[in-house]
C-alpha cells in the first residue's frame, strides 16, 4: 500500500517537472512496484511540458515586457560569444607596412585569425613569409567582437568580393596521434612547419577560434586552410583517418557507463541521515559531467560524436518509456478512478508554483533581467522545449547561459529529492 500511495506522487513529481532521470531514480526505489506507480508520470509529464512553455510565453505578455527591446538594452548578450564569421579587410595601417604577417602579433587576438590574402585578384592561403602590403585585402575569421578590434588594428573593412576556393583549400582533420597532445600552437607553429593556417577547432561540439596560446587535445577537430599539398602533410601529422571524425570510442563509452554505474550504487548520506544513491540516472549523469568538462580522464575521452549521441539519447528514452507504459497499462484505467483528479490537481500545483517562485526570486532576489530569469526558469524545470520558444522571440544568448547554467543542477537536485522523497514516505 505503501508504495502504491508513494509510488505515483513521486512519479507524479517527476513528471510534473518533466524530469525523466528522477523518474528513473524513483523506480529503482521499488523492488516490487505496485503497477499504478508508472501512472504518474504519464499523467503528469503533459502538464509540466506545456506549463512551462504557456509559461515562458503567456507571462511577458501579461507583464507587457518586450524582450526585443530587453536583449537591445543589453547589447552584449545580443551578440553570439561564439559565433564565428569571416570579414575581409584593407590594410591601412601604416605601422604595419613591410611587416611579417605571421609574426605581427595579430595571432595573440583572443580568437581571431588572417587565413588568407588577396594576389593576383584571388583569396589564396596565407603564407609564412607573407608581409603587409598597402591596401592589400586580408580574410579574417573569428568571434566578432575580436574581428572588430582586429579591423581597428589593421585598416578598415573591404567591399571586394570574397572568392574562396574551400573545396581544395580547406580541410577538416581529426587529431589522433598523442604526441600533439598538451602542445600550443605557438609550440607547432602550423603555418612555418606545415604551411597551414588552424582556423577553428571543434571540441566536445563547441567550435572556437584558436591563438597562440591554445594546446591542441586528441580528437580535436581542426579546420585548416592551406595548399593541397600542405594540407595533405599536416593531416598525415596530425593522425587523421577519414573515418575516426565520426568514430565513437567504444572503451571509454564503456568505461564512462561503468564508472557511472558504480558511482550511482555507492551509498552516502548526511550525518544522522539515512544513505541514499544516486541510482543509475544520476551517477551516469555526474561522470558524463565530469568527462563533458574536462574532455578526457586518463585515457577516458569524454567525447562521443552528436549522430551516436543523439541515437543513445532516443533510444534509451523510448525503451524506457516503452516499459513504463507496458508496466502501468495494465492498471491504467482503475488508477486514474482512484488517484485521477488528484494527482492533476498536484501535477498542476508542482508545476506552477515553482514557476512563479523561481520567478519572484529571481526578479527580486537576485536581480536578473526577464530574459535571464526565464531562461532560468526553462533550466531549473529542465524544459528544453520552454527554451525553444523562448529563444524564437528573441536573438539575445542571456536566457541560454541561464538555461546552461541551471540545467544540470537541476537534474542533480531532482534525482536526490525523488529519492529522499520514497525514503520519507515509504
Known amino acids: 500500500m505503501a508504495a502504491?500511495?508513494?509510488?505515483?506522487?513521486?512519479?507524479?513529481?517527476?513528471?510534473a517537472l518533466t524530469s525523466t532521470p528522477a523518474l528513473a531514480a524513483s523506480a529503482e526505489s521499488f523492488t516490487n512496484p505496485a503497477p499504478g506507480v508508472s501512472i504518474g508520470y504519464g499523467i503528469a509529464y503533459p502538464i509540466g511540458a506545456i506549463g512551462v512553455v504557456l509559461f515562458v510565453q503567456l507571462l511577458p505578455r501579461l507583464l507587457?515586457?518586450?524582450?526585443?527591446?530587453?536583449?537591445?538594452?543589453?547589447?552584449?548578450?545580443?551578440e553570439d560569444e561564439e559565433a564565428v564569421t569571416r570579414v575581409l579587410v584593407e590594410t591601412t595601417n601604416q605601422n604595419l607596412f613591410g611587416k611579417n604577417i605571421a609574426t605581427s602579433g595579430i595571432t595573440h587576438f583572443h580568437a581571431c585569425q588572417i587565413t588568407r590574402v588577396y594576389k593576383d585578384d584571388q583569396l589564396v592561403p596565407l603564407k609564412?613569409?607573407?608581409?603587409?602590403?598597402?591596401?592589400?585585402?586580408?580574410?579574417?575569421?573569428?568571434?566578432?567582437?575580436?574581428?572588430?578590434?582586429?579591423?581597428?588594428?589593421?585598416?578598415?573593412?573591404?567591399?571586394?568580393?570574397?572568392?574562396?576556393?574551400?573545396?581544395?583549400?580547406?580541410?577538416?582533420?581529426?587529431?589522433?596521434?598523442?604526441?600533439?597532445?598538451?602542445?600550443?600552437?605557438?609550440?607547432?607553429?602550423?603555418?612555418?612547419?606545415?604551411?597551414?593556417?588552424?582556423?577553428?577547432?571543434?571540441?566536445?561540439?563547441?567550435?572556437?577560434?584558436?591563438?597562440?596560446?591554445?594546446k591542441i587535445e586528441v580528437n580535436d577537430q581542426i579546420t585548416a586552410v592551406g595548399l593541397s599539398a600542405d594540407l595533405a602533410t599536416f593531416a598525415k601529422a596530425v593522425g587523421h583517418r577519414s573515418n575516426a571524425?565520426?568514430?565513437?570510442?567504444?572503451?571509454?563509452?564503456?568505461?564512462?557507463?561503468?564508472?557511472?554505474?558504480?558511482?550511482?550504487?555507492?551509498?552516502?548520506?548526511f550525518p544522522g541521515g539515512t544513505p541514499v544513491t544516486l541510482g543509475l540516472a544520476g551517477g551516469p549523469l555526474i561522470v558524463a559531467l565530469?568527462?563533458?568538462?574536462?574532455?578526457?580522464?586518463?585515457?577516458?575521452?569524454?567525447?562521443?560524436?552528436?549522430?551516436?549521441r543523439m541515437l543513445l539519447q532516443d533510444l534509451g528514452l523510448v525503451l524506457f518509456l516503452t516499459h513504463a507504459g507496458i508496466q502501468g497499462g495494465q492498471a491504467f484505467y482503475s488508477t486514474i478512478i482512484e488517484y485521477g483528479?488528484?494527482?492533476?490537481?498536484?501535477?498542476?500545483?508542482v508545476t506552477v508554483l515553482p514557476l512563479v517562485l523561481a520567478w519572484w526570486i529571481a526578479r527580486n532576489y537576485f536581480k536578473l533581467d526577464?530574459?535571464?530569469?526565464?531562461?532560468?526558469?526553462?533550466?531549473?524545470?529542465?524544459?528544453?522545449?520552454?527554451?525553444?520558444a523562448l529563444t524564437d522571440k528573441t536573438d539575445s544568448q542571456a536566457p541560454?547561459?541561464?538555461?546552461?547554467?541551471?540545467?544540470?543542477?537541476?537534474?542533480?537536485?531532482?534525482?536526490?529529492?525523488?529519492?529522499?522523497?520514497?525514503?520519507?514516505l515509504v
Open 64 to 78: 507587457k515586457y518586450d524582450l526585443n527591446a530587453i536583449a537591445s538594452a543589453n547589447p552584449e548578450a545580443l
Open 341 to 349: 483528479s488528484s494527482l492533476l490537481a498536484l501535477s498542476a500545483c
Open 128 to 214: 609564412y613569409d607573407d608581409c603587409y602590403v598597402e591596401g592589400q585585402g586580408l580574410l579574417l575569421v573569428g568571434k566578432a567582437r575580436e574581428i572588430e578590434l582586429a579591423i581597428d588594428y589593421i585598416g578598415i573593412r573591404s567591399n571586394m568580393p570574397i572568392h574562396l576556393d574551400t573545396e581544395n583549400e580547406r580541410r577538416k582533420v581529426l587529431v589522433t596521434d598523442r604526441a600533439f597532445a598538451g602542445k600550443s600552437i605557438e609550440t607547432l607553429a602550423p603555418l612555418k612547419n606545415y604551411g597551414v593556417t588552424i582556423t577553428r577547432i571543434t571540441r566536445l561540439g563547441f567550435t572556437f577560434v584558436p591563438n597562440t596560446d591554445t
Open 400 to 424: 541560454v547561459v541561464s538555461y546552461a547554467s541551471a540545467y544540470p543542477i537541476a537534474l542533480i537536485v531532482m534525482i536526490l529529492l525523488a529519492k529522499s522523497l520514497i525514503g520519507l
Open 370 to 388: 526577464p530574459l535571464q530569469s526565464l531562461g532560468g526558469i526553462c533550466g531549473g524545470m529542465t524544459s528544453t522545449p520552454a527554451l525553444g
Open 4 to 15: 502504491l500511495t508513494c509510488g505515483p506522487c513521486c512519479r507524479n513529481f517527476a513528471g
Open 245 to 269: 571524425i565520426d568514430s565513437t570510442d567504444l572503451l571509454s563509452l564503456s568505461a564512462g557507463l561503468s564508472l557511472g554505474v558504480i558511482l550511482g550504487l555507492t551509498p552516502f548520506a
Open 290 to 308: 565530469l568527462l563533458g568538462h574536462f574532455g578526457k580522464v586518463g585515457n577516458i575521452v569524454g567525447h562521443i560524436p552528436r549522430p551516436t
